[in-house]
């Protein structure tokens, strides 16, 4: 499902994001910056933030998988 129109990002985009990232907090912006782009508008951002907490609830749970694979969009470098 997309979940910003304007960079046209979808739910699956930000769970690769949060599941590459593991148990380290993010925010919307640094999603975004993840991903190649920028907030707009900024209506996605609740959206965004929600799929956050949701994924790593799960992670944290232990229902997501161990292994995600890279998200396809640039800038998901994990910081050394």
């Known amino acids: ?15 690769d994001v949060v599941m590459f ?4 907090s993010l925010t919307a912006h640094e999603v975004y910056r993840c991903l ?3 907030m707009q508008y900024g209506r996605c951002a609740r959206a965004i933030k929600r799929i956050l907490n ?3 609830a799960n992670y944290a749970g232990g229902r997501a998988s161990s292994s995600a694979s890279r998200p396809s969009r ?6 050394a």
């Open 36 to 38: 190649g782009c920028s």
């Open 74 to 79: 640039p800038g998901l470098d994990k910081a």
């Open 21 to 24: 990232y593991g148990s380290q």
């Open 54 to 56: 949701e994924t790593l």
């Open 1 to 15: 499902m997309i979940v910003c129109s304007c960079n046209v990002l979808s739910d699956h985009e930000v769970r």
